[in-house]
């Protein structure tokens, strides 16, 4: 890239250089050379926007967490609409799945980066966790309506969801919303032919 020439969305591109390298090498092999190498862009750039690694590493997380809580957020005023089961799909595989996997394999291999995503978002909005809270809360929703059997305990439900739809894409599964649709009929216990949402006769 030669200098002076302007990159519109900076942040973003390298951002999406640095997906690129923990797909393709693991985080062990991230570098400042090696995310402006994939970027395409001069050595320098990265520390042009960022104090360093880590600084352009936690604004990385923060972004992609956001976008991952960002599905699950509206998935309260959709109760008592469409089906249960559409409705969290749909919500739980908002964010692309290739970022889903990247920020996961991230705050494993860095895990003082959580710490720095929930101290900029917050508990409400901060990845994955904030996905279970919207789905325990919606759920319970559902349950008030009717839409979900009464034995029902929203939180653990929430959990084994979101637990099962993390494994599925950290191990790289081929159709991520057709088993996590299993999973979620036989934890809410719905057809997913329904799209009411109404139990099992």
């Known amino acids: ?24 090498d693991g985080p ?11 970027a395409g862009v001069a050595t320098g750039l990265l520390h042009a926007h960022f104090a360093d690694l880590d600084g352009f590493l936690a604004a990385y997380a923060v972004d992609r967490a956001f976008l991952v809580s960002a599905g699950a957020g509206a998935l ?11 409705n969290l799909c749909d919500a739980i595989t908002a964010t692309p799945l290739h970022a889903v996997g990247t920020l996961a394999k991230l705050l494993v291999a860095r895990p003082e980066l959580a710490e720095r995503v929930h101290a900029v978002l917050g508990d409400e909005t901060a990845g994955l966790d904030a996905v279970e809270r919207s789905v325990a809360a919606y759920l319970a929703a559902e349950q008030r309506l009717g839409r979900v059997a009464a034995t029902a305990e929203p939180e653990a439900v929430a959990l084994a969801i979101v637990g099962a739809f993390h494994h599925l894409v950290l ?31």
């Open 1 to 24: 890239m030669p200098r002076g020439v302007a990159i519109p969305e900076v942040r973003q591109q390298l951002f999406a250089a640095v997906e690129r390298v923990i797909a393709r």
């Open 28 to 38: 062990g092999k991230l570098s400042g050379r090696s995310v402006t190498a994939e």
């Open 76 to 86: 309260a005023d959709r109760a008592g609409t469409g089906g249960v089961v559409e």
């Open 171 to 201: 191990t790289g599964e081929a159709d991520v919303r057709a088993r996590l649709q299993s999973v979620i009929v036989a934890l809410v216990g719905y057809k997913r032919s329904n799209t009411l949402g109404r139990p099992k006769p």
